[in-house]
Nanobody
Framework: QVQLEESGGGLVQAGGSLRLSCLASGLPFSSYAMGWFRQAPGQEREFVAAISWSGHSTYNLDSLKGRFTMPRDNAKNTVYLQMNSLKPEDTAVYYC???????????????WGQGTQVTVSS
């Protein structure tokens, strides 16, 4: 059974930082491209960042470049989303996703996590 378990969400003040983690189990982690998406209330889920299976290629939503990074640790079956200089508009549920046979995770990945809430207060 494949599981993607997100953690690390919470309440933070604007300008602060959070690091989300996504622990994968039940799949050959190093064969999967991984991604982070987010969904704010009343809005569609949007792409945030992705990383290839090898970790050699990373992608970010243009508006988040310089603030969000997405490293992965294949030895720990974990990807992270390091979020710095957080803004109230970053408030959303953040989802981890996994997809095989691609370089960049699409909006229809093979697996989704259940999400973790991030709330940024002004």
């Amino acid at each position: 059974q494949v599981q993607l378990e997100e953690s690390g969400g919470g309440l933070v003040q604007a300008g602060g930082s959070l690091r989300l983690s996504c622990l994968a189990s039940g799949l050959p982690f190093s064969s999967y491209a991984m991604g982070w998406f987010r969904q704010a209330p009343g809005q569609e889920r949007e792409f945030v960042a992705a990383i290839s299976w090898s970790g050699h290629s990373t992608y970010n939503l243009d508006s988040l470049k310089g603030r969000f990074t997405m490293p992965r640790d294949n030895a720990k079956n974990t990807v992270y989303l390091q979020m710095n200089s957080l803004k109230p508009e970053d408030t959303a549920v953040y989802y981890c996703a996994a997809q095989k046979h691609v370089v960049v995770v699409s909006t229809t990945p093979d697996y989704w996590g259940q999400g973790t809430q991030v709330t940024v207060s002004s």
